[in-house]
């Protein structure tokens, strides 16, 4: 009995270890656990703050060049939502915390505290600045890119607030429009 104990404990063990690596890999992708449990494993990710338009390039781009371990945080009911993200989560199997990343608990549920960089893509600026500050507080290492419309606002006090990157898509499109005007 001394040596049938250990041995029915130790395969007890190592088939509850056996699911919950299964259930991590082949898992409900849209279940809050699993979610959740992805992100707590995450270790120099990248985290994606909004999944609009932009945010499913950037996070299409980033995953299928395999540049970096990415999660996503996004507002479930937020308008201009992409319905193709649910679908490319699924697939790829991208974890994603469903809530306010202005709060400090939806990012370090996120597990901000180990990631290496945020991309803060909400349509308002004021927000995006507020998000980034937040971060940069819990991870003070993470590398910051956020969208500005208002690039010259934004510029006003990047240095001051120690965001690294400020993006504005309208102001990438410009070259582009112009360069079409010539052809």
């Excluded at 992100?39 to 703050?49: E, F, L, Q, R, S």
């Excluded at 003070?140 to 607030?161: A, C, H, Q, W």
């Excluded at 965001?163 to 504005?168: A, G």
Aim: proline content about 2%.
């Amino acid at each position: 009995m001394w040596i049938l104990y250990p041995m029915i404990g130790i395969i007890l063990l190592a088939e509850g270890l056996s699911n919950i690596g299964v259930s991590l890999r082949f898992g409900d992708t849209s279940s809050r656990e699993w979610n959740t449990s992805m992100a707590k494993i995450m270790n120099n990710h990248t985290i994606i703050v909004g999944i609009g338009n932009v945010g499913l390039k950037v996070l299409t781009s980033l995953v299928l060049d395999n540049k970096t371990n990415v999660m996503v945080i996004d507002k479930k009911d937020e308008k201009g939502r992409e319905d193709q993200f649910e679908d490319f989560q699924r697939e790829h199997k991208i974890p994603m915390i469903n809530g306010d990343a202005s709060h400090e608990k939806v990012l370090l549920e996120a597990n901000v505290s180990r990631a290496d960089a945020i991309i803060i893509l909400v349509n308002d600026d004021l927000l995006n600045v507020k998000i980034a500050l937040l971060a940069k507080k819990l991870n003070p290492e993470i590398r910051t890119v956020v969208r500005m419309f208002d690039l010259e606002f934004g510029n006003s006090f990047k240095s001051k607030l120690g965001l690294d990157e400020l993006v504005s898509t309208s102001s990438l499109s410009v070259p582009h429009i112009i360069k079409a005007l010539d052809n």
